[in-house]
């Protein structure tokens, strides 16, 4: 099965969506490509979805992690690896807490159950998009018991914010909470066009690449609780 795309025109926002289920696959492709925004492509193995990425990668990857010929962790690697810019969320039935760091950890954006959709997914992938990080709740709280439960670590850390200025700080904590550069900028009274800069910082001093990793890295060294 070659990958398929709905033709939609190039200036959509292109997708690349990831899941052997067929019923699934094209529920989320026709809740996807109704809106004019979205141009889809669909994939139902790793092998057809690494052939799908191009020379240019899709602007947003959405992937199961069970796959017949492989892990879509294996994919997320590569693909935040290749195309720094793409934003990849999870949709899958693995609630598991080592599948969810492992997607988190290698460049995952957001991450929810399949037994989680939203009603809207091409509104949460605008979100996506925009800057949010949609995680579903379960899962929110299983990053949350992994960071509480590192050995020799205190179930609730005290602060630690000697790295991190406090605006950045501030900026984290704003991530943390899934809102938008712009929502960020707007409650801290900020420039929309600072916050990047921040948040480059606030990555390099964690020594992370993704909104996902950041957070992670943040709760588990006591950078900010939720």
Known sequence: MAPVSDGQPTSAIRVLLVEDDAPTRWRLHDALAAPATFAVTTAATLAEARAALGETGPQVL?????LPDGHGVELIRETRQRFPQTEIMVISILGDEE???????????????????????AATVRDLVAGHSPISASIA??????????????????LNTTRLTPREIDILWGIAKGFSYADIAAHLGLSRQTVPGHIKSIYRK?????????VFEALQQGLIKL
């Open 206 to 214: 964690l020594e992370v690449n993704t909104r996902g990793e950041a």
């Open 62 to 66: 959405l992937t199961d992690l069970q």
């Open 141 to 158: 709280r299983f990053i949350v018991r992994r960071t509480q439960a590192q050995p020799g670590r205190s179930p609730q850390p005290a």
């Open 99 to 121: 599948s969810v760091i492992s997607a988190i950890m290698v460049g995952a954006t957001g991450y929810i159950l399949k037994d989680a959709f939203p009603t809207d997914i």
